[in-house]
T-cell receptor, first 115, second 115 residues
Framework: NAGVTQTPKFRILKIGQSMTLQCTQDMNHNYMYWYRQDPGMGLKLIYYSVGAGITDKGEVPNGYNVSRSTTEDFPLRLELAAPSQTSVYFC??????????????FGSGTQLSVL | AQKITQTQPGMFVQEKEAVTLDCTYDTSDPSYGLFWYKQPSSGEMIFLIYQGSYDQQNATEGRYSLNFQKARKSANLVISASQLGDSAMYFCAMREGSGNTPLVFGKGTRLSVIA
């Protein structure tokens, strides 16, 4: 059972470079999320999607872009990387039914350093 | 304003003892769900336990139980018979029931189990 798959696991970027973090899930979940976790902190929501073609901003969207062309994939794009974007990035998904008690299924995370 | 507050940055517990990790939350929505996740040093996010705002009884999952005090807006995690493998970061999170609201996380508590 693959669940939520994130690639790459580690990446080092130079300031000003761009990259895309990939996320795919095979559980046919409608809801997908991108969180970032700074050292010693909790998770902050960057963007989320309630289905293909629909995305919305979270708490910390600046410097990022997302797209949702299929149910399975939810890539996160970093344009003009900055040191403040050094973080661990988690992709997660949940199904549509029973919204309040729906737990999130997380990917294994991407550790990104911008130098 | 912080919706989820975890006031204990770090906790120590002796192996085989019980430990309580504190979590308070803030919401005016009568329908909400509270979650606890574990993050071991390997980095993945592991779902532990869920409590709904309308649930009459405290949730339990094996050695994990949730001490839910609705009037005090607290949802403390109790781990009984601590094991060395319980050493990890623990995050409390909440989803509010109205609208399309994602999961909001606290800053976490680092638990260290001592042999």
């Amino acid at each position: 059972n693959a669940g939520v798959t994130q690639t790459p696991k580690f990446r080092i970027l130079k300031i000003g470079q761009s990259m895309t973090l990939q996320c795919t899930q095979d559980m046919n979940h409608n809801y997908m999320y991108w969180y970032r976790q700074d050292p010693g902190m909790g998770l902050k929501l960057i963007y989320y999607s309630v289905g293909a073609g629909i995305t919305d901003k979270g708490e910390v969207p600046n410097g990022y872009n997302v797209s949702r062309s299929t149910t399975e994939d939810f890539p996160l794009r970093l344009e003009l990387a900055a040191p403040s974007q050094t973080s661990v990035y988690f992709c997660a998904s949940s199904s549509k039914r029973d919204r309040v008690n729906e737990k999130l299924f997380f990917g294994s995370g991407t550790q990104l350093s911008v130098l | 304003a912080q919706k989820i507050t975890q006031t204990q940055p770090g906790m120590f517990v002796q192996e085989k003892e019980a430990v309580t990790l504190d979590c308070t939350y803030d919401t005016s929505d009568p329908s909400y769900g509270l979650f606890w996740y574990k993050q071991p040093s390997s980095g993945e996010m592991i779902f532990l336990i869920y409590q709904g705002s309308y649930d009459q009884q405290n949730a339990t999952e094996g050695r994990y139980s949730l001490n839910f005090q609705k009037a005090r807006k607290s949802a403390n995690l109790v781990i009984s018979a601590s094991q060395l493998g319980d050493s990890a970061m623990y995050f409390c999170a909440m989803r509010e029931g109205s609208g399309n609201t994602p999961l909001v996380f606290g800053k976490g508590t680092r638990l260290s189990v001592i042999a």
